[in-house]
């Protein structure tokens, strides 16, 4: 048996017995029916326990399973009726049966489909075959999916699902790894949406900004997300800079070394490579524009319909009152009807083919449909146990009132991985930067933009976050690949924006903080650069001297 098996079993050994004395010690229920440990530190164990399961055993569906089943255990104690029913009936059956949620899954079939129906007619290699002729370096190739990736700012799980299928091909050729792809991908979604005032992002912030005008105080705390702001930077010195750290240089150079993209290979990986074998050999350019440009009009146009573009609201009211999740869903099954109509007058694909593809797209969305389930009954069961209160408790203690940005920023950060949402992260805490801002108007929009950066920051670094897990699909990379190699570079920006936002703490201007951290920022990816290349020669030394 693997050292690699040995440890993940002692690992779950361990987890199951936390997970029983925790059971045991949470047996007695307050008298509003809220369990005895409600608001405590215990409601952070069922995260920790996903979290950290996955992140040691590689094991992400069984770890976010125990995660779950561990906030069942908090919740309803021994009684093992209520154990099940909250874990099925309150957990997996009411977020399946949520209609955000059943939105959301419904996009992504649609969206396994369309790539299916793109690699089937042969668009996705057309583009590459295209793309190859104009983007002659790797450098290049990684610029074009960061600028890819900014353009479509509407809506992050747009973002990382169309942004993948369009760039594949390219990135492929130059052997770019699936986790550096998926690494691209997930940096240019929720950063770009938070910074982007037309997005589904803006419209979500701006509900919770109660009492003012939510979409004038989302445009003021532009200058100050600086870990979006600094997200972006880090792309591009990456890229001109030309080097990787931590695990992701491993990744990548195994896929520059050995032409191995994925290092770690599961169903998405296989399912991708068998999606390239089967590609058609004669298709063109516009069999991926077509379908990829007809999406985003349909989205666009089902988001202002859902705000009530139609009915007379204006466009920016629209906008800000849509309901993402139908509004994709309905744009993407649209698309889907007339791209499906596109193949067979083209004569690309017969309809036979088309109907074909429907399983196959739905089967390729399969893993990342069950990642996002154990995740969203992962936050019910959080949101029973009082995480939110927990965490207000937090915040509303005292402490200097320059010290607040960055405080806030690092307890977002924390409850944007612990609950894998940004939007969950957003609705809880923007209400307390209100409230303890009130007596420091000058420190409200600094506040919420640290609310606003470390729930983004947060969703990065957390496996289960939705556009972590998309970003995964997106790219048809590991999952746990992503997540590994992701969060050291989450973490880099995380620090150095803490640091930006002490600054903007005392100086109460994004003129002078944001400055600091752009230079911050490449200053300590020039350091580390640097530390790699040392690194890299004693490697080299010590392999020369054993082979000596």
């Known amino acids: 048996m693997s050292t690699r098996t040995n440890r993940s079993r002692v690992i779950y050994i361990i987890g199951l017995a936390i997970l029983m004395v925790s059971g045991f010690t949470a047996f007695t229920m307050a008298g509003d029916g809220k369990p005895a ?148 991908i997930d940096a240019t979604a929720a950063p770009v949406c938070i910074l982007a005032p037309i997005s589904s992002w803006a419209a979500a912030v701006s509900g919770f900004v109660k009492g003012q005008n939510g979409l004038s105080v989302f445009i003021q705390a532009i200058p100050f997300n600086f870990y979006a702001i600094l997200t972006i930077v880090m792309l591009f010195s990456l890229v001109i800079m030309n080097f990787d750290y931590s695990k992701m240089a491993v990744y990548e150079r195994n896929a520059i070394e050995n032409g191995d993209l994925f290092t770690v290979r599961d169903e998405n990986a296989i399912n991708a490579e068998k999606a390239e074998e089967n590609a058609g050999t004669h298709g063109k350019v516009i069999d991926l524009m077509f379908p990829v440009i007809v999406l985003i009009i349909c989205c666009v146009i089902g988001m202002v319909y859902t705000g009530g573009f139609f009915s007379g609201t204006d466009f920016v009211t629209a906008f800000a009152n849509c309901s993402a999740a139908q509004s994709l869903s309905m744009g993407s099954l649209v698309a889907l009807i007339i791209s499906i109509i596109f193949y067979v007058v083209r004569g690309t694909i017969s309809f036979t083919g088309c109907m074909n593809c429907v399983p196959e797209g739905f089967k390729s969305m399969v893993s990342p449909i069950l990642v996002l389930t154990f995740a969203w009954s992962l936050k019910v069961m959080t949101d029973g ?49 209100l409230a303890i801002t009130e007596a420091y108007p000058d420190m409200t929009i600094i506040v919420i933009s640290a609310c606003l950066a470390g729930g983004v920051c947060g969703d990065h670094c957390s496996p289960i976050s939705d556009t972590t897990i998309m970003s995964s699909a997106g790219a048809a990379c590991n999952h746990i690949s992503h997540v590994e190699t992701q969060m050291p570079y989450a973490m880099t920006v995380m620090c150095v924006s803490a640091v930006t936002f002490l600054v903007a703490g005392f100086t109460k201007s994004a003129f002078i903080s944001l400055p600091v951290g752009i230079v911050l920022m490449i200053g300590t990816l020039a350091f580390l650069k640097k530390r790699a290349h040392v690194t890299e020669i004693v490697e080299r030394s010590s392999a020369e001297a054993e082979n000596a």
Do not use: H
Not at 57 to 74: D, H, I, M, N
Not at 95 to 115: A, C, E, K, P
Not at 414 to 419: E, F, K, N, P, V
């Open 385 to 433: 146990l009082g995480l939110a209160k927990f965490i207000s408790g937090l915040v509303s203690g005292g402490m200097l009132v320059s010290l607040f940005p960055a405080i806030i920023f690092l307890i977002a950060c924390g409850l944007g991985i612990a609950s894998g949402t940004s939007w969950g992260t957003f609705g809880i805490l923007i209400p307390i930067a």
């Open 37 to 184: 440990l409600y608001a405590t530190w215990v409601s952070i164990l069922p995260p920790v326990v996903a979290i950290g399961l996955a992140l040691i055993t590689k094991e992400v569906y069984s770890s976010l399973f125990l995660g779950v089943l561990t906030g069942a255990v908090l919740y309803a104690g021994p009684s093992f009726s209520g154990i099940i029913n909250r874990l099925l009936n309150d957990g997996i059956v009411a977020s399946l049966t949520d209609t955000g949620n059943m939105g959301i899954i419904v996009f992504l079939v649609v969206l396994g489909i369309m790539v299916s129906l793109m690699n089937l007619s042969g668009g996705s290699r057309a583009f590459g075959q295209w793309a190859m002729k104009r983007i002659k370096t790797r450098q290049g190739a990684e610029i074009a999916t960061i600028v890819l990736g900014m353009l479509i700012f509407v809506d992050d799980y747009f973002n990382c699902l169309t942004v993948g299928s369009v760039m594949k091909p390219l990135t492929d050729e130059y052997k770019i790894s699936r986790a550096k792809l998926a690494y691209l």
